[in-house]
């Protein structure tokens, strides 16, 4: 896929969910972020949400806003 077809991938979407992978490290974290944040200035309009495991939410909800991120425990 490229650039321009991601970017319409994400002007079709009325929603958006970004996960990352069992038992995320903070790479995982920030790049999950890193693409909401990306999504919420090139298409301000669209919802997106993150959805990461609570042990890392724990130690990192400090550096973004709580409101684009759902916490649980994942379940395989």
């Given amino acids: 896929m490229n650039h321009t077809q991601a970017r319409e991938l994400i002007r079709s ?5 970004i996960a990352t992978h069992i038992r995320p490290d903070g790479d995982a974290f920030g790049s999950s972020a890193g693409l909401g944040f990306m999504i919420n200035q090139a298409f301000p309009d669209k ?6 495991e609570d042990t890392l939410w724990e130690n990192l909800r400090h550096i973004v806003p709580e409101k684009d991120f759902s916490v649980g425990s994942y379940h395989g």
């Fill in 13 to 17: 979407a009325e929603s958006i969910l």
């Fill in 47 to 52: 919802y997106y949400h993150v959805l990461l």
